[in-house]
């Protein structure tokens, strides 16, 4: 199992996340489904660093299926759509 960072993000025209990137990584970039299926099954992590601790990638089921997300802060807000695109 991996332990993976990530520092950028693929999104669609509606601003959904399509990709985890770190540059420079082998694995990078990974398709949505992929890392969701590597999260669920306990294969590898994925984790966004800030320079206050880092803040864990999760699966989520929403109204229109599984997606990821993070919460690093009390908002409501997706804050990997804070990450610079990939």
Known sequence: MADR???????????DITSL???GDFWS???KD???NDIESGVHTYY????????PIRVVNG?????LRTDRDQTDRNNL????DC
Do not use: E, F, M, Q
């Open 5 to 15: 960072p990530v520092s950028r993000t693929g999104k669609d025209s509606d601003g």
């Open 21 to 23: 990137c770190n540059p």
């Open 29 to 31: 970039p990974r398709k």
């Open 34 to 36: 992929d890392a969701i």
């Open 48 to 55: 966004v660093p800030w320079t206050s601790g880092r803040t």
């Open 63 to 67: 109204a229109s299926g599984k997606y």
């Open 81 to 84: 759509n804070d990450l610079p």
